[in-house]
């Protein structure tokens, strides 16, 4: 097993969109491990493959953090095939650290992926499950919860601090979602 190093704030591979995995090799399988690994001694739920510095479709989450029963899933090539109701929860983000922000998703999703083994998985999920799996699949499409805050946050301690401790970060993600939470794309 192998410790990765995760990348944050201004690493352009953040930004990148993330290709689609076309064979489960053992390579692929290592990075799992790996990734549950690193994401673990982070003491995260959750981390997608650009986190890493692998621009792959291949997110891994465990929001079974009580540190007895661990849940470690690794989903491959995920998508979001539906979408229900809406709700505002805080997140967090180990590319971002030291910032946390309340953002709106859809509460409910039904996810598509393949497992390590190759099977495709239908699953519907909710609540915390359901929030992370969406913030994870963001990360494969260059976008970053930051993306989404609004005025309000950036006008509260918290953007302040993030202004005067990165500045260039905070010019880069400010003001990237439109009122209707779409985040603006970005140029590749
Ligand atoms: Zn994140």
Known sequence: MTILAVRTFND??????????????PHIKKLAQDMLETMYLSKGIGLAGPQ???SESIITIDISQD????????L???????????????EGC?????????IVRPEQITVR??????????????GLLARVIQHEMDHLNGILFTDFLDQNWWDS?????????????MRE????VEKNKQPITQSK
């Open 173 to 176: 993600t400010q003001y990237r």
């Open 113 to 126: 992926y393949s497992t390590l083994e190759g099977e495709v998985m239908t699953l519907p999920v909710k």
């Open 94 to 102: 180990l590319s971002v650290p030291g910032f946390r922000g309340s």
């Open 52 to 54: 890493v510095g692998i």
């Open 67 to 74: 540190g007895e029963s661990l849940n470690p899933m690794p």
């Open 157 to 169: 301690e918290e953007g302040k601090q993030m202004e005067l401790d990165h500045p260039k970060f």
């Open 76 to 90: 491959i090539n995920p998508e979001i095939i539906k979408t229900r109701g809406q709700c505002e929860y805080e």
């Open 12 to 25: 352009p591979i953040l930004r990148k969109k993330a290709q689609k995995i076309a064979a489960i090799t």
